[in-house]
């Protein structure tokens, strides 16, 4: 079946780069995205990227994707405390919906 | 702007109790999700409706059913709450369109805590 996988926690020291690391299964995915978390609060969506791309940017933040290894990463660039949050890949593979990974806590050090 | 609101961010509920967790959307979007979210485990689609009256089990339906009578509107029902429910519910929804990004827009989460 279709699987996410991502680490669970990430840290960083405030003004580097982090880098954000998911792998999925299902080679059929349409689209990959990237949903953000913030403490409290529902899912917002971060970022998408279109299967048929291998980058997509937006201001600070940068997706690759690699198609043939399964593998998708965020980058955020200049990292700020208010970076902090959960970071949940996703893939849309057939057409009942999303998988989710279990999230990533990006945790920002001074 | 879409909005996805739920009818309680916290709630505390006795084992036993019927409980019904509320989810609107004001977008007229076919799709309406439900999830849980636990540490360590991400979220997990508990119900998924794409028409009225219609329904699809996820991944954990067990001991959860879900009413859709209104586009708008999609309930989560625990028959009978056990401690095991207690968790964060997350509802979402959707519209339905070939090439769309398919995103899927949150609502801001029901604490649920079952003693």
């Known amino acids: 079946g279709e699987d996410v996988e991502q680490s669970l926690f990430l840290s960083v020291r405030e003004g580097d780069s982090s880098v954000i690391n998911c792998t999925y299964t299902?080679?059929?995915?349409?689209?990959l995205y990237w949903y953000k978390q913030e403490p409290g609060a529902g899912l917002q969506l971060l970022t998408y990227?279109?299967?048929?791309?291998d980058m997509k940017q937006d201001q600070r933040l940068t997706v690759l994707l690699n198609k043939k290894d399964k593998h998708l990463s965020l980058r955020i660039a200049d990292t700020q405390t208010g970076d902090s949050a959960i970071y949940f890949c996703?893939?849309?593979?057939?057409?009942?919906?999303?998988?989710f990974g279990k999230g990533t806590h990006l945790i920002i050090q001074p | 702007d879409v909005k996805v609101t739920q009818s309680s961010r916290y709630l505390v509920k006795r084992t036993g109790e019927k409980v019904f967790l509320e989810c609107v959307q004001d977008?007229?979007?076919?799709?309406m999700f439900w999830y849980r979210q636990d540490p360590g485990l991400g979220l997990r689609l508990i119900y998924f409706?794409?028409?009225?009256?219609?329904?699809e089990k996820g991944d954990i339906p067990e001991g959860y059913s879900v009413s859709r009578e209104k586009k708008e509107r999609f309930s989560l029902i625990l028959e009978s709450a056990s401690t095991n429910q207690t968790s964060m519910y997350l509802c979402?929804?959707?519209?339905?369109?070939?090439?769309?990004?398919?995103?899927?827009?949150f609502g801001p989460g029901t604490r649920l805590t079952v003693t």
């Open positions: 979402a929804s959707s519209p339905v369109g070939q090439g769309a990004p398919y995103e899927q827009y």
């Open positions: 299902d080679s059929s995915s349409t689209y």
């Open positions: 990227i279109f299967s048929n791309m």
């Open positions: 977008m007229d979007h076919e799709n």
């Open positions: 409706s794409y028409d009225v009256k219609m329904k």
């Open positions: 996703a893939e849309r593979g057939g057409a009942d919906g999303l998988t």
